[in-house]
């Protein structure tokens, strides 16, 4: 599966959610897509998955446009955060739906993830709390078995047993079917170690998209005094850099580069702190 984005611009009214942005995604591959709220995210997920139309720019599968292409549509599984299911409808119904719908569907696999997570296929959907609709929706996403499968916020309402069970039944299935999943989520830390490649989106824009070992491996925060720290990074990626209280603090991407000076200090910078980091300069931008 390949995904090709480029120059892609959304705009509601006057709000540009997304500004000219433009990657290759290629699969089979677990996506962690990334960013604060409002960044962006479900509005480019709405777009893959050809639910809205972009302003400006094109998004293709394997070639295809989506926008307007029913049958790439059924290899692209979209599990909204709010869940899209008919309210009045059954469990049992629901996935009917969706099995109709998706060629590849495993019927055997929805039936054991409805006792997995002890959902009743009789109930309906409008009866279910957030955390079944959101069990709903992951039995759907996995038994669709479309080549792209794309879970925004998959877990809300699911307590940490559920979640895990999710990052169990993620793994056995890109071991067993491999696909390219692709994961919006803010529970980062619980998350990160399954992701294979990191896209964040800020403000509409791709800040960052690097393979999951570059990002232990190469992204790290400098800090210090700013001329030593900008003496330090000559030269380098700054992905993001933030001055308080005299202190440079700057997240930079090495590229293998061994960094050294006077007064400064090395520190490594998990997925959390990057998120961190970003909403407070999008504070900072709102406070100006
Ligand atoms: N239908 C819409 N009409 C007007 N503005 C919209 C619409 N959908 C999204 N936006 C705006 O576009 C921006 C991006 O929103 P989006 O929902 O894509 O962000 P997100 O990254 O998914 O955020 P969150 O993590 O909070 O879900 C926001 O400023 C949002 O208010």
Request: aromatic letters at 8%; one cysteine or more; proline letters at 2%.
């Amino acid at each position: 599966m390949r995904i090709d984005v480029k120059n892609v611009v959304k705009t509601f009214k006057h709000k540009k959610a997304l500004k000219n942005v433009t990657f290759t995604l290629e699969g089979p591959k677990i996506i962690g897509f990334l960013g604060h709220n409002g960044a962006g995210k479900t509005t480019f997920l709405n777009l893959l998955a050809g639910l809205i139309a972009p302003t400006s720019g094109s998004i293709s599968v394997n070639g295809e446009n989506v926008f307007n292409a029913p049958a790439t549509l059924r290899d692209i599984c979209f599990i909204a955060e709010s869940g899209n299911f008919q309210e009045e409808m059954t469990i049992a119904q629901a996935l009917k739906a969706n099995s109709f719908f998706y060629p590849q569907w495993d019927e055997a696999l929805a039936r054991e993830l409805l006792e997995v997570f002890a959902l009743n296929p009789k109930d309906k959907v409008r009866g279910l709390s957030k955390g079944m609709v959101s069990a709903l929706g992951i039995i759907t996403g996995f038994a669709s078995n479309a080549g792209i499968t794309i879970f925004d916020e998959p877990y809300i309402g699911l307590d940490v047993a559920a979640r895990n069970t999710f990052y169990d039944l993620l793994i056995e299935q890109q071991t067993e079917n491999p696909r390219l999943f692709i994961l919006s989520t803010h529970l980062i830390d619980e998350a990160s170690d399954l992701f294979e490649e990191i896209l964040i989106l800020n403000d509409g824009q791709l800040l960052l998209q690097k393979a999951a070992e570059e990002w232990h491996q190469h992204i790290v925060a400098v800090k210090g005094n700013a001329s030593d720290v900008e003496q330090a990074i000559h030269g380098l990626e700054i992905i993001y850099q933030h001055m308080f209280m005299q202190e440079l603090t700057a997240v930079i991407y090495s590229d293998g580069r061994h960094i050294e000076g006077q007064n400064i200090k090395l520190e490594r910078v998990s997925l959390q702190d990057m998120l961190v980091y970003l909403s407070k300069q999008q504070k900072a931008r709102a406070i100006k």
